[in-house]
């Protein structure tokens, strides 16, 4: 989950990924996570996967954790990422 929401800062690496237009153009990526996300319920949450991979279901607390995490990781480097372009001027 970290990975996704990584994916969302670094898609926009000298702007800010929080706007509406930054997320309008990131199609390719938001389909690609729809897919990933589908994938990763079906590994986790349907019994033959389980067994076969040896892993069990999360409960919904801890799908909030893991969603809260990660929402926190993109704040914080959303946050540093605006903070080095205000002080150096890192634009291209």
Same mark, same amino acid.
């Given at each position: 989950? +970290?990975?996704?929401?990584?994916?969302?800062?670094? @898609?926009?690496?000298?702007?800010?990924? &929080? $706007?509406? @237009?930054?997320?309008?153009? $990131?199609?390719?990526?938001?389909?690609?996570?729809?897919?990933?996300?589908?994938?990763?319920?079906?590994? $986790?949450?349907?019994?033959?996967?389980?067994?076969? &991979?040896?892993?069990?279901?999360?409960?919904?607390?801890?799908?909030?954790?893991?969603?809260?995490?990660?929402?926190?990781? +993109?704040? $914080?480097?959303?946050?540093?990422?605006?903070? @080095?372009? @205000?002080?150096?001027?890192?634009?291209?």
């Amino acid at each position: 989950m +970290l990975e996704i929401f990584h994916l969302f800062f670094i @898609r926009n690496i000298y702007g800010a990924s &929080l $706007t509406w @237009r930054a997320l309008r153009e $990131t199609r390719p990526l938001w389909i690609a996570v729809i897919l990933i996300v589908i994938a990763q319920a079906l590994v $986790t949450y349907v019994e033959p996967l389980q067994q076969l &991979l040896g892993i069990a279901a999360l409960d919904w607390q801890a799908v909030f954790l893991v969603l809260l995490i990660g929402v926190a990781l +993109l704040l $914080t480097v959303e946050f540093e990422k605006q903070l @080095r372009i @205000r002080l150096f001027n890192w634009r291209l």
